[in-house]
């Protein structure tokens, strides 16, 4: 086979191919400009999904009329200086956008800057560029794209509705407005007006693009560790999505899709959210330009971190200090807790003993800990006179004197009913209704007791005055006895007596009078499924051991069905508000929801 250049057309086609994708692509490319240009107001019109017409106008600086042709020409860019290719300040900087859109489709450019007195336009069609001419225009710059695909047949038959585009133009549009709230966008949609958003601050634009949240569901970010700095919002654990579609990075001013940032989201709420469920987030990362590579990918989507543990540590540390301030996480203000008298909690750095595992995976305790040391140093507050050793005995060992009604703001109130048994009903000073799940509450309660003790003392341990026999099939069987030190490490103590048949002859303290039996089958379902699990599969020790522990928590719960005195509901709730994480129980279920006066009124129509 005979090697030769391919012509200049193919080779822009090809380069086309890898910018342009659909319309999303192209409405990317043009916003991008439009902000690189300084622009403080963007409209973008779509027809057809963006099939048929795209056209995206600033009051950005605009383009001389030399500078036109280039403009349209490949690798040109007004982007970068002297061959910079690591202190990169601008979204665009490759100088294949505007020529890749020309060469897929019908491209007009008409642009204006200050000191002209008339705006120029410049046209490319099949990568054709025609001559620029005078034209009407306004100051800044007007793109219209027309028929994309239409000079590339087979690719535009593998575009998806109109519908299906749209919405994949409408992510890419509300990801940068969330990136720049300091400018206002307009979307007009087949000649309709669907999305305008003026200038915002940050967290109202982002209830602006997400209309289903509401300010109080919103938790605030602002942490720093060295150059890293991360700001931003996220949702409280009851707030969740079926897909990551509501999770938005933005390292320096760029919308990003980032696996690492991803990953280390997901890790944040691994205690608080059910398997399957993802939160809302909108992070921020700013870091010194030198320490992220842009140059990834020709959408400049993707981006490599010079120290991706850094970051990876940062937000998982922040995350879970921001969820770790009690019950009113997402509505009150983390200092109003200080009503209670408060004790600190710092995790040891010392590594876990969890031999069975460790001699399983051949890895050290420490490397799967690495993630969860990072964040050392971070302390949550504690209710003195409702601590986590007591947590088990709460509902059976109140305090002497009742709950009286203070001055002070608590996030659940005071309790005034018990219904089916299960559910407390609780009203706030602010004329809020509050309903508590409390076997959920108490499951909660109860684990995050049970990990505390375990990371700084080890589980406390109650020797059976009698020791318990029980007989389990040979699955759970070998499982346990498998799992023998760990469940030593975890306060149970067990060996074999029998073919199938395990002694039990201790068990951790603070999970009072239970089944032994019920507790053991529990968890020998969950270290087999542990034990199917590749090291790749599992994130860290840490993940398993919350899980072996909620198991644990859930048999020593207050049951529904259990009747509750007022004093005991009020117990459970100040527990709540003083215990991290308590906004869900272990399996990432809500434990309290509230509605406002004015909710109430409007199911009654009296607003």
């Known amino acids: 086979m005979i090697i030769r250049p391919l012509s200049e057309h193919t080779v822009n086609l090809i380069a086309a191919g890898e910018v342009i994708e659909r319309p999303a692509a192209v409405v990317k490319e043009l916003v991008e400009n439009a902000l690189d240009a300084g622009a403080g107001r963007i409209e973008i019109n779509l027809d057809n999904g963006g099939i048929d017409h795209i056209q995206v106008i600033d009051n950005g600086c605009g383009i001389e009329a030399d500078d036109l042709p280039l403009a349209v020409s490949r690798h040109c860019t007004s982007k970068l200086f002297e061959d910079d290719l690591v202190n990169i300040k601008t979204l665009g900087f490759r100088g294949e956008a505007l020529p890749s859109i020309g060469a897929a489709a019908r491209l007009k450019i008409i642009s204006r800057v200050k000191s002209a007195e008339s705006a120029w336009q410049i046209s490319v069609e099949s990568g054709k560029i025609l001559n620029p001419s005078p034209s009407a225009g306004q100051m800044g710059t007007q793109v219209i794209v027309e028929d994309l695909f239409y000079a590339l047949p ?29 400018v206002s966008f307009t979307v ?41 700095k991360l700001s931003g919002f996220i949702s409280a654990p009851s707030v969740n999505r079926a897909t990551t579609n509501g999770q938005i990075m933005v390292v320096n001013d760029r919308p990003v899709a980032d696996p690492v940032m991803q990953m280390a989201i997901r890790v944040g709420y691994r205690q608080v959210l059910e398997k399957g469920r993802y939160p809302v987030a909108v992070l921020f990362l700013q870091l010194p330009l030198d320490q992220v590579d842009v140059n990834v990918h020709p959408a400049k989507t993707e981006l490599r971190f010079a120290d991706e543990a850094a970051v990876r540590a ?38 876990i003993r969890y031999p069975a595992y460790q001699q399983r995976m051949g890895k050290n305790n420490k490397e799967f800990f690495q993630e969860e040391d990072a964040c050392a140093g971070d302390s949550f507050e504690l209710g003195a006179g409702l601590s986590f050793k007591d947590v088990g005995d709460t509902l059976s060992r109140l ?18 009913a018990q219904i089916f048994k299960t559910y407390i009903v609780a009203v706030t000073e602010h004329e809020e209704f509050v309903i508590v799940d409390q076997h959920a509450a108490h499951e909660r309660l109860t684990h995050e007791a049970l990990r505390q003790q375990y ?8 020797s059976l005055l009698i020791p318990e026999a029980i007989e389990l099939s040979a699955v759970h069987y070998r499982c346990l006895m498998g799992f023998k030190d760990s469940l030593a490490d975890l306060g149970i103590e067990i060996e074999s007596f029998g073919e199938k048949t395990i002694l039990v002859r201790a068990l ?56 509750l005195n007022e004093e005991e509901m009020n117990a459970l709730l100040r527990q709540m508000e003083a215990t991290p994480r308590a906004g869900t129980c272990s399996h990432g279920r809500p434990t309290w929801l509230k509605w406002s006066k004015k909710d109430m009124e409007k199911l009654f129509h009296r607003s």
């Open 154 to 182: 087979a690719r535009r038959k593998f575009l998806k509705t109109a519908r299906v585009e749209y919405n994949r133009c409408e992510m890419i549009i509300q990801r940068l407005a969330i990136s720049h709230p300091d």
């Open 188 to 228: 007009i949609k087949d000649g309709k007006t669907v999305l305008n958003l003026p200038i915002q601050s940050q967290k109202d634009r982002i209830l602006a693009v997400f209309s289903d949240i509401h300010d109080e569901e919103l938790i605030m970010l602002n942490f720093d560790r060295g150059d890293l």
């Open 314 to 351: 940062l937000i998982i540390g922040s995350i879970q200090k921001s969820l770790a301030i009690g019950v009113g996480v997402a509505n009150v203000n983390p200092e109003s807790l200080h009503v209670f008298p408060t004790t600190q909690y710092h995790p040891k750095k010392a590594s």
């Open 399 to 416: 305090p002497d004197k009742k709950y009286q009604k203070t001055t002070a703001t608590l996030p659940l109130g005071y309790a005034v």
């Open 455 to 462: 990371l700084e003392t080890g589980i406390q341990t109650q």
């Open 508 to 563: 951790p303290q603070l999970l009072g009078s239970i089944s032994a039996q019920s507790l053991l089958i529990d968890l020998a379902e969950e270290l087999q499924d542990k034990e199917q699990m590749s090291v790749n599969d599992i994130e860290s020790v840490h993940t398993q051991l919350d899980a072996i522990l909620a198991r644990m928590a859930c048999h020593n719960s207050v049951r529904a069905g259990r009747s």
